[in-house]
């Protein structure tokens, strides 16, 4: 093998890619080539070695206590930890004849110490292995939008004036500073003051154009830190139909955020889909609007842009789909007495790709549920219409069962705490997950409490609820080999399943509120149930798991099949594979807790 052909082999290796090219070459210089015969031990702790080893062909066993716990083949390397703490507890034996690169333990340490990135890799755990793992794929793709703060883009200096000010006058120093709104101060809280309110009051209101400006400014005003992320703020934008954003520091109005500005940044037109969706007079206008959301993601994926980012995002504009199509069809006098939710995926704002509908209705006591029924049949038969498919449990508006009023969920969830059976596990997940899209928010509220307080003082009941989250084996073998059939692993089943669940078990066991399975470890952290570093390494599982599943669904539609599921293991690179390996790992880890944490081996 040429030193041209080392190089070439050793920078498809993670983390050695990360070496600037001089590095590299120093690396390539380092290695020897060594060959080692079937059973010979090359590390053991009686006898540290001095190498750190690169396997070019063949086969070594990690063994712990005489256990066999992981096998190292083509590609991989070992044993860095030894070499750093010059220590080890395991055993590391040729299980098939070995052709490998040897490095001396002087010359590994010697890029570790000239390579920040490089001996991160080596010296952190495991989710911020995974999480360095990420920057392979990240740094490659991600765009400057990604990591831009909102201080990066254009910020139009603020006019501020006092609530006294005459709105003549106000405009004037507007002027002078060619901003395109007018922040008002009254007593420390501010409101503003933009073209559309001048011309509401001024115009169509006849309000006197020298009176104060105070009285018609809008409060409270939207914010944002000027060290957040631009994403963030294309958030708030799409979330609130707004064109402008006050940006802060410490509290203080630095400056002002206009879309035009932030769009100059964001190449996609997300913002100008949520302005469509806004201005749809008709069903067919709201449709077209609806049909971009594909190209939405394939955008913001091939940027890099994280799943979790991408999803609140969708979310954010399905939320406005549901809430429009639910003014279109049904009657105000019926919309305001009732509240449409959104549950399971959609509620946790995870879903991005139209899957199957999980909706309800929930209906204010006193009110004919009657009504209702012809406006939601239409309203489900609308949304299969956009591309929505039928939930295949019939958890949609349109059945009776998800379309009652408060007094008649209170029964259910009532029955679902106290005499479970069948589905009713499953049924309360969901529904504890539920976002309010439409309506009368205040009644999914109300059920929500009633959920919480219910399950006070049940361990028997939070148990078998937590139960589901053991459901599906991990498919990841003792030898840390995966498991597949016809080299597919359903990645829900193996691994977001059991995290979703077990962490939505934790939600509802403590009174959180969020419904986003990241936000609600966030919330789970704070309560130092176990360590922060747990937490950690959860996320990057859960969101290593989401990005290899979006990924494999997107192939699916360049081919116009239908996705599932499950990710195809020959469609990924080296690094990919060990990333679907040691979440699966965290995942098991995360089992073990939670059979402990809810005394699961206790119940049947």
């Known amino acids: 093998m040429s030193l041209h052909d080392q190089e070439a082999f050793l920078k498809s290796i993670h983390p050695f890619e990360l070496l600037t090219p001089r590095e590299l070459t120093k690396a390539v210089n380092s290695m020897d080539i060594a060959y080692y015969k079937k059973d010979t031990i090359l590390i053991s702790p009686d006898s540290l070695s001095d190498f750190l080893y690169l396997i070019i062909k063949g086969e070594v066993g990690e063994y712990h206590k005489n ?30 004849e070995l ?31 995974i999480q360095s793992a990420k920057q392979k794929e990240y740094s490659t793709q991600m765009s400057g939008f990604m990591i831009a703060r909102v201080t990066d883009s254009y910020l139009h200096e603020p006019c501020i004036v006092g609530a006294d000010k005459p709105i003549m006058d106000a405009l004037k120093e507007m002027e002078e500073l060619k901003t395109n709104c007018i922040l008002v101060s009254d007593n420390g809280k501010l409101g503003i003051v933009t073209d559309s309110i001048l011309r509401r009051h001024i115009l169509y209101e006849n309000y006197d154009k020298f009176g104060p400006i105070g009285p018609i400014a809008l409060s409270p005003i939207i914010t944002i830190e000027h060290n957040d992320f631009l994403f963030n703020a294309l958030l708030s934008f799409t979330k609130n139909s707004i064109k402008r954003i006050v940006v802060t520091k410490n509290d203080k109005v630095i400056g002002i955020l206009e879309q035009l500005d932030l769009l100059s940044y964001f190449a996609n037109h997300t913002y100008l889909v949520a302005v469509q969706i806004k201005k749809a007079n008709s069903i067919e206008e709201l449709k077209l609007a609806s049909q971009d959301f594909i190209n939405i993601i394939k955008k913001l994926h091939a940027k890099g842009t994280k799943v979790e980012y991408i999803s609140k995002l969708i979310s954010e504009l399905n939320e406005k789909i549901y809430e429009k199509l639910y003014e279109m069809i049904v009657p105000k006098n019926l919309a305001d007495k009732a509240c449409l939710i959104v549950m399971g995926s959609e509620g946790r704002k995870e879903q991005m790709l139209k899957t199957d ?17 012809e406006h939601m049949e239409k309203f489900t038969k609308t949304l299969i219409e956009f591309g929505f498919p039928r939930c295949e449990g019939n958890i949609m508006v349109s059945n009776e069962y998800w379309r009652k009023n408060i007094d008649s969920y209170k029964g259910e969830i009532d029955r679902w705490l106290e005499a479970p059976t069948g589905d009713d596990y499953m049924h309360l997940a969901i529904f504890f997950d539920a976002m309010s899209v439409a309506g009368n928010h205040e009644l999914l509220t109300q059920l929500k409490e009633m959920i919480f307080e219910g399950v006070k003082d049940r361990s028997v009941f939070m148990a078998n609820f937590a139960k589901a989250a053991l459901m599906f084996e991990t498919p990841i073998g003792m030898f840390t080999n995966l498991i597949s059939k016809d080299n597919r692993i359903d990645v829900k089943k193996g691994g977001i399943f059991p995290i979703v669940q077990g962490i939505r078990s934790m939600a509802l066991e ?30 990057e599982a859960f969101d290593t798991l989401l990005n290899l599943r979006l990924q494999e669904r997107l192939r699916y539609f360049e081919h116009e099949e239908d996705p599932d599921n499950r990710i195809d293991i020959k469609n990924l690179n080296q690094l990919e594979l060990e990333l679907l390996k040691d979440s699966f790992k965290i995942i098991n880890k995360f089992k073990d807790f939670l059979t402990h944490h809810f005394k699961l081996s206790m119940i049947q």
């Open 357 to 373: 509908q999980d909706n309800a209705l929930i209906i204010q006591n006193g009110e004919d549920v009657e009504q209702y029924k």
């Open 67 to 96: 256990e066999l716990v992981k096998v190292y083949n083509n590609s991989n390397t070992f044993d860095a930890d030894s070499l750093i703490y010059s220590k080890t507890e395991d055993t590391f034996t040729v299980l098939e």
């Open 510 to 539: 403590n009174g959180i509120h969020v419904t986003n399975t990241n936000s609600r470890m966030r919330e789970l952290k704070k309560l130092k149930i176990v360590d922060d570093s747990f937490y950690d390494a959860l996320e």
């Open 99 to 129: 052709i490998c690169f040897e490095m001396k333990k002087k010359d590994f340490k010697s890029l570790l110490d000239a390579n920040t990135e490089f001996k991160n890799y080596y010296i952190k755990d495991l989710a911020n292995r």
